[in-house]
């Protein structure tokens, strides 16, 4: 198919088949802790990760991300003892039976996982002055985290589980993988190849935190009206 003029393609509905591989990926998409497998990524496999990932939308095509692989496992270690530093911190805030259940939680694949990424998002690229970014500098750390909901995504298609991992100091991150000031970490991801997945998000099925009902989200046309 050829572009117009203005190099548009035409666009419409995917066939039904496209359509629901589309919404299967986005429903059974799960957040792993623990079912990876070891085999390593293939190299392909991963650059369509990073491909999707890179397709991502950004404020002002402003694609802040970088993306760090890491697959030694000394690395992985160190990371891993961070997490398990910030997760005793983490479970100090919660008190009795909920600071039991959280204990209970695996909440992370760092060591198991065969490939960590380091999301990142360098606040300065693109210049002082961003489009889009004017009056709201977030918006870069938003798009980083489109990228991350792209590759996970992606991800699910290849049958390649990814866990996020946000439970450490960012300074302890960003001193073992020598990352600038300016830069900022967006998500420790986990992948390696998964056979099964949980139906349900794992902290639903381990009684964590139930999935809130969609009509409770909804208002029409100002705050609280239903
Ligand atoms: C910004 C962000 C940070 C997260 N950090 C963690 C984390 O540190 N550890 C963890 O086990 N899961 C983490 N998760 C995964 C969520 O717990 C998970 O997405 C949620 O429970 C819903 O489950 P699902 O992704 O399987 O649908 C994170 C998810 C997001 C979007």
Known sequence: MLPDQNGCLAAG???????????????????????????????????RLLGAAHQAPSVGFMQPWNFVLVRQEETREKVWRAFQRANDEAAEMFSGERQAKYRSLKLEGIRKAPLSICVTCDRTRG???????????????????????????AARAEGVGVGWVSIFHESEIKSILAIPDHVEIVAWLCLGFVDKLYQEPELAAKGWRQRLPLEDLIFEEGWGVR
């Open 127 to 153: 210049g002082a002055v961003v489009l889009g970014r004017t009056h709201n500098q977030q918006m870069d750390l938003y798009s980083t985290v489109c990228a991350v909901q792209n590759l996970w995504l």
């Open 13 to 47: 509905a995917f066939s039904s088949d496209e359509r629901a591989a589309v919404y299967r990926a986005i429903q059974t998409r799960r957040d792993v802790r623990d079912e990876f497998l070891p085999e390593p990524l293939p190299e392909e496999l991963i650059a």
